[in-house]
Nanobody, 125 residues
Framework: QVQLVESGGGLVQAGGSLRLSCAAS????????MGWFRQAPGQEREFVSG?????????YYADSVKGRFTISRDNAKNTVYLQMNSLKPEDTAVYSC?????????????????WGQGTQVTVSS
């Protein structure tokens, strides 16, 4: 089992930036597809970004964050990051890290991934 701990959330003004981190406790972190999801109160959880387990780390983004968010991973540190720039109030949500063993980013949300506890991101107008 993989244990995930998110950090880096907080309160920021619109247009500002935050970097989220997800630290994983796993023997084979590099073999896990990693992703970020978010959920606002009363809203359905939605996919934000993902990065492949494969060498090269192909990345994927929801249309709503393309050009503003960047996902990356450091396998030596067992950590995945989400750099969030040009934040909007609509980005306000609890952001959760997810991990799934050798699955496509496109399907990881359907593969019962391991979840972190989440970190709150609040963007003020």
């Amino acid at each position: 089992q993989v244990q995930l701990v998110e950090s880096g959330g907080g309160l920021v003004q619109a247009g500002g930036s935050l970097r989220l981190s997800c630290a994983a406790s796993a023997r084979t972190f590099s073999s896990y597809t990693m992703g970020w999801f978010r959920q606002a109160p009363g809203q359905e959880r939605e996919f934000v970004s993902g990065i492949s387990w494969r060498s090269g780390g192909s990345t994927y983004y929801a249309d709503s964050v393309k050009g503003r968010f960047t996902i990356s991973r450091d396998n030596a540190k067992n950590t995945v990051y989400l750099q969030m720039n040009s934040l909007k109030p609509e980005d306000t949500a609890v952001y959760s890290c997810a991990a799934a063993y050798k699955v496509s980013v496109q399907t990881m949300g359907l593969m019962n991934p391991f979840w972190g506890q989440g970190t709150q991101v609040t963007v003020s107008s």
